[in-house]
């Protein structure tokens, strides 16, 4: 007589820990690592997720749907760009917590399907734990950014400067309005440069007339590093990229001089927008070695290229290799950079 089969309920999905689940183009920085990894056009409409790891919620996604693989050279530099998107998102406290249920270090699982559609992944996933995209966190991010008027943008600036005790701060926010000129003696006051930095670092609609002036001072040379470094990690938006155009509007810097500029600050604060656009251009080898041959100081470069490189490993260990290859150019960038990464 053949075995009874019971029918089994499926289980009620938790709704104490979420599945996040995006596609390539929906991370903040999938253009670097686009420019970092061969990414194949197939990965473009592939699910991706990351999911609470087996101690919080059994997913078993793959034993309910079955994949198909991909081969080797499509799915190695995918799943290495898959990894740097996890070890990024997850570094932001909040969606951690999103994913485990708990503020707290864990495991998590990741991945992606190879072979089963978008919304048949979700279904799946949804089936075990709540499920949220991370293109409409995004898309949630920005619609709360809070506009500010002109003068509360102004007024913001100078509290900035107030709280170092900058006695001009009622005149530079005269000059952010537009109703006075700047007075280069400001610059001279020990963390103005970095006030200003801070305070358009923490404006995400970077598009304002305030924040054009802002970004017209910090876009000169001497007060660009100021910006690079004061950036923070943000997963959701890149509050990189608005001054960037600014600053490109502004000609002061090309982007090779900037991408310079960058790899001297170490590429900004570390998983920032900056460090994101560092990265990304160290995938181009030639155009890197023609902006190291073409500077007054190659030797300084090649060593921040390296320092780089050993920092930014942890999220995409293939940049050493970017690294390597960059300094292969030359013989003694080649010894440097074998000195640094080792």
């Given at each position: 007589m053949p075995p009874v089969e019971l029918d089994s309920p499926a289980p009620t999905p938790r709704q104490d820990v979420h599945g996040l689940l995006f596609r390539f183009d929906d991370f903040t920085y999938a253009p670097a690592l686009r420019s970092l990894f061969a990414i194949d056009p197939v990965m473009d409409d592939k699910p991706f997720y990351i999911a609470p790891g087996k101690d919080r919620a059994q997913l078993d996604l793959f034993e309910r749907l079955p994949e198909i693989d991909l081969p080797p050279h499509v799915h190695k530099p995918a799943w290495g760009a898959l990894e740097a998107m996890m070890r990024s998102l997850m570094a932001d406290e909040t969606l951690r917590a999103l994913v485990r249920g708990e503020t707290t270090h864990g495991p998590v699982s990741f991945g992606y399907h190879a072979s089963e559609p978008y919304a048949v992944v979700e279904s799946a996933i949804a089936e075990r734990v709540a499920v949220v995209r991370l293109r409409d966190l995004r898309d949630a991010a920005r619609s709360a950014v809070r506009q500010l008027s002109p003068a509360d943008r102004a007024e913001s600036i100078g509290r900035e400067l107030e709280r170092l005790s900058f006695g001009e701060h009622a005149e530079v926010r005269r000059w952010a309005?537009?109703?006075?000129?700047?007075?280069?003696?400001?610059?001279?006051?020990?963390?103005?440069?970095?006030?200003?930095a801070r305070s358009i670092a923490r404006t995400l609609d970077g598009y304002g007339a305030v924040d054009h002036r802002v970004a017209e001072w910090l876009a000169e040379r001497e007060n660009v590093v100021h910006w690079i470094g004061s950036l923070s990690h943000g997963p959701l938006f890149d509050s990189f990229e608005p001054v960037l155009s600014m600053v490109r509007a502004r000609g002061t810097l090309t982007d090779d001089e900037l991408f310079a500029q960058c790899l001297l600050a170490t590429g900004g604060v570390e998983e920032s927008g900056s460090w994101w656009w560092t990265l990304g251009r160290l995938g181009d080898h030639d155009r890197v070695a023609s902006v190291f041959a073409a500077s007054k100081t190659p030797v300084d470069l090649v060593a921040a290229m390296a320092r780089f490189a050993k920092q930014a490993k942890a999220t995409v260990p293939s940049?050493?290799?970017?690294?390597?290859?960059v300094g292969s150019t030359n013989d003694a960038w080649r010894a440097m950079v074998r000195n640094v990464l080792g």
């Amino acid at each position: 007589m053949p075995p009874v089969e019971l029918d089994s309920p499926a289980p009620t999905p938790r709704q104490d820990v979420h599945g996040l689940l995006f596609r390539f183009d929906d991370f903040t920085y999938a253009p670097a690592l686009r420019s970092l990894f061969a990414i194949d056009p197939v990965m473009d409409d592939k699910p991706f997720y990351i999911a609470p790891g087996k101690d919080r919620a059994q997913l078993d996604l793959f034993e309910r749907l079955p994949e198909i693989d991909l081969p080797p050279h499509v799915h190695k530099p995918a799943w290495g760009a898959l990894e740097a998107m996890m070890r990024s998102l997850m570094a932001d406290e909040t969606l951690r917590a999103l994913v485990r249920g708990e503020t707290t270090h864990g495991p998590v699982s990741f991945g992606y399907h190879a072979s089963e559609p978008y919304a048949v992944v979700e279904s799946a996933i949804a089936e075990r734990v709540a499920v949220v995209r991370l293109r409409d966190l995004r898309d949630a991010a920005r619609s709360a950014v809070r506009q500010l008027s002109p003068a509360d943008r102004a007024e913001s600036i100078g509290r900035e400067l107030e709280r170092l005790s900058f006695g001009e701060h009622a005149e530079v926010r005269r000059w952010a309005l537009g109703e006075r000129s700047f007075d280069p003696a400001w610059a001279a006051f020990a963390g103005f440069a970095a006030a200003l930095a801070r305070s358009i670092a923490r404006t995400l609609d970077g598009y304002g007339a305030v924040d054009h002036r802002v970004a017209e001072w910090l876009a000169e040379r001497e007060n660009v590093v100021h910006w690079i470094g004061s950036l923070s990690h943000g997963p959701l938006f890149d509050s990189f990229e608005p001054v960037l155009s600014m600053v490109r509007a502004r000609g002061t810097l090309t982007d090779d001089e900037l991408f310079a500029q960058c790899l001297l600050a170490t590429g900004g604060v570390e998983e920032s927008g900056s460090w994101w656009w560092t990265l990304g251009r160290l995938g181009d080898h030639d155009r890197v070695a023609s902006v190291f041959a073409a500077s007054k100081t190659p030797v300084d470069l090649v060593a921040a290229m390296a320092r780089f490189a050993k920092q930014a490993k942890a999220t995409v260990p293939s940049i050493l290799e970017h690294a390597r290859a960059v300094g292969s150019t030359n013989d003694a960038w080649r010894a440097m950079v074998r000195n640094v990464l080792g």
